[in-house]
């Protein structure tokens, strides 16, 4: 089969008809039937059964869809990538950061960066770190923001400040003497948990930390986003472990307390980029306010 017999057949199996088909290739519908016409003469069986006026899969054709799924996804990849460098310069600064980074730390940059560039248009999106890495390499966007020390030839990552690892908990859960101590792992036995994704860069090191301690808190909610756990935290849900900046950013008032963990290690926040392209001057800037915000802590 030629490149354009796969892409009609791939479109007849998604919308279910030539007449969609065509409007989803942007073709006219005798051109999509011409086509697999000569689809089904190249394979030598049929790919469709006509009954009444409707498409039916063959056995064939449902074999041929399975094996067909990951080169329609490289298709979907490639339709993205030609999309984005149709753009050019005109695009604006497209940034994309993981859901703690991006609700407590990236605003007050996107501020500064803001007045610096009234003239300019930024998009700012939510991901997770996988989905950031391939946004990057499909030049989606220019600047990436993650804890998750990725490591890709095509992509170069530069730390640009460290957050430390704390427990949070609703307003009264811990006594004032408690407070001034760091939490060690034996005391989250018997307490309601909020246990973060292992498969989380952040998540497998507290994972790891517990294990290492022996402690397995009882846990009924596991959530993949720090900020939807110290929502559940102020819900008085029970005890979540963090990173410093959405414990702290913004302040909490009376909402909940926190705690440094007593963990011998730390996060670092990062910028992620293109390494064959350098950045736009308007995204070196964004980092640099990123920079300059210090050091975030758990005090």
């Known amino acids: 089969m030629r490149l354009r017999h796969i892409e009609v057949f791939s479109a007849i199996m998604l919308t279910g008809s030539t007449n969609a088909a065509a409007r989803l290739l942007h073709i006219s519908q005798p051109a999509v039937s011409k086509m697999l016409q000569h689809a089904e003469r190249t394979v030598g069986f049929p790919l469709f059964l006509r009954s009444k006026g409707k498409l039916v899969p063959t056995q ?31 695009r604006p600064l497209r940034v994309a950061a993981t859901p703690a980074l991006a609700h407590h730390l990236l605003p007050q940059a996107v501020a500064r960066w803001a007045q610096a560039f009234p003239q300019l248009r930024c998009e700012l999106a939510v991901s997770h770190t996988r989905e950031i890495e391939q946004a990057l390499l499909l030049d989606e966007i220019e600047l990436g923001l993650t804890m998750s020390p990725v490591s890709h030839p095509n992509l170069l990552l530069t730390p640009l400040r460290r957050c430390n690892l704390c427990a949070i908990a609703p307003a009264g859960w811990w006594s004032a ?36 301690a022996g ?21 008085r849900v029970g005890v979540a472990l963090v990173d410093s900046f959405t414990a702290n950013y913004p302040p909490n008032g009376a909402e909940i307390q926190v705690r440094p963990l007593d963990i011998d290690a730390s996060l670092n926040v990062y910028a992620l980029t293109q390494h064959e392209h350098p950045p736009p001057r308007s995204a070196e800037r964004l980092i640099e306010f990123l920079r300059e915000g210090g050091e975030a802590t758990d005090t």
């Open 215 to 235: 402690q397995s808190p009882a846990s009924a909610i596991s959530v993949q986003t720090y900020p939807l756990a110290k929502s559940l935290v102020q819900a």
């Open 177 to 212: 003497k408690l407070l001034t101590r760091p939490l060690q792992a034996k005391e989250l036995a018997n307490q309601p948990f909020i246990t973060i994704d292992a498969n989380d860069y952040l998540g497998a090191i507290l994972s790891n930390w517990l294990a290492d």
């Open 60 to 90: 064939e054709a449902l074999r041929l869809q399975q094996e067909l799924k990951p080169f329609d996804e490289q298709l979907k990849r490639i339709r993205r990538l030609v999309t984005s460098l149709s753009q050019g310069a005109a």
